[in-house]
Structure formats: C-alpha cells, structure tokens
C-alpha cells in the first residue's frame, strides 16, 4: 500500500521559535496533499489542502503566515509553524492523495511549544 | 459548506456483538464516504469507503450503507473483536481536490 512518513514524530521548542515539518510520500507520487490540525480527543481539522508547484488553499481561520505550507515535489510537502507560540501545540497530521480519492496519513508530529 | 455528524459519540457493546455508527451530512453534492479507524497516538487508517453510486458495500466484517435521499451513511461492524476498539471516523468528500470534512468521531469500547 501507499507509505506516507512525517517527520519529526515529536518536537519541543520555545516560544517564538519557527518549526518545520516534512511530509513524504514513499513509493507513490501525491498530486495532492492536506495537513490537518488534532486536538486531543477530537476530530480532524483540515487546515490547508496543497497541490504541487502551486499556493496552497488555507481553510477558514487558519493564518497562512502563521503555518506556511510549500508543496515543491510531487513527494515532499512542508508545514512551517512560524513563531510558535503554546497554543499552537497540537498533533499535525498530513496526508497524501495521488488523484484518487483516498487519503494515505502520516504518523504525525506532536507539537509541543514551551 | 459541508457539515458532517456523527453518532454516537462513545459506544460500548459486548465482544461479538455488532456495533453500528451513523453519520449525516449536508451538501448533497457530496459523493464519496470514507470511514477511517484511528487508535491511540496513531495515524487514521482507511478501513472502507463508498460512492454514491453504490447503496452498500461489504468487507467481511465491516459494512457500509448510504442512503443519498436521507443524507446519511453508517458503518457495522458485526463479530466484534477485542482488537476494534479505537475511534472511527466518518468523513464526506467534497470539491476537486477531494478534500475529506470529517465527524467528531465515535470512541468504540469492545467489553470482554
């Protein structure tokens, strides 16, 4: 089946500093890829939706400039969290479509910021 | 846009009894329903999906039904087995990019 890792699992950081994850897709080329946001308990909230080599399409309440998202590769996709500040701990989860309808996941980052 | 409920929130039932899950949604444009098993700390995994093209699809012990004039879908799950405890998922597709808007979720528990 289709593999989609994420790095990293976990990360702790301070305050105001920025954090990048990567998420790749392993033995398939995704056309498209979504990052979500998961509260503890909670369902998943889709956060921006990236397509490769073009701007990614933030949802509703989810700043751009805050969590910035780089599709270069039809493999690779990027979330940013730019000056990070508590309340953006969370899981982070992306995932990966390659034109079909279903979605692979990645294992998630946990987001801890200090 | 799109909206999605899910019921119930937690569901117990007793090891070999079924369990079922329901979900509705709003846009009736929506046209594909995956359902998705989430344990503990780790990613959402795809456990069956449907079209709207199709009423019911079965995988051994799993099932789902849509019914596009009411606007909802569930999952059953039947001969539950200790290792089916985990949160589930319902989700409905809309837009071209196939974007997933999901449920809250429901925390099935499998009773020994």
């Known amino acids: 089946g289709a593999v989609v890792s994420q790095h990293p699992s976990r990360v702790i950081c301070k305050s105001g500093t920025s954090v990048k994850i990567e998420c790749r897709s392993l033995d398939f080329q995704a056309t498209t890829m979504f990052w979500y946001r998961q509260f503890p308990k909670k369902s998943l909230m889709l956060m921006a939706t990236s397509n490769e080599g073009s701007k990614a399409t933030y949802e509703q309440g989810v700043e751009k400039d805050k969590f910035l998202i780089n599709h270069a590769s039809l493999t690779l996709s990027t979330l940013t969290v730019t000056s990070a500040h508590p309340e953006d701990s969370s899981f982070y989860i992306c995932?990966?479509?390659?034109?079909?309808?279903?979605?692979?996941f990645g294992p998630g980052t946990r987001l801890t910021v200090l | 846009g799109e909206n999605v409920e899910q019921h119930p929130s937690t569901l117990s039932v007793q090891e070999g009894d079924s369990a079922v899950i329901k979900c509705t949604y709003s846009d009736s444009a929506s046209n594909y329903f995956p359902w998705y098993k989430q344990e503990l700390g780790k990613r959402p995994q795809l456990i069956i999906d449907i079209r709207s093209n199709v009423g019911e699809k079965k995988d051994q012990r799993i099932a789902v039904t849509l019914n596009k004039t009411a606007k909802h879908f569930s999952l059953h799950i039947t001969e539950t087995q200790p290792e089916d405890s985990a949160v589930y998922f319902c989700?409905?597709?809309?837009?071209?990019?196939?974007?997933?808007?999901w449920g809250a979720g429901t925390k099935l528990i499998i009773k020994p």
């Open positions: 989700a409905a597709s809309r837009g071209s990019n196939y974007q997933l808007i």
């Open positions: 995932s990966a479509s390659g034109g079909a309808r279903e979605q692979f």
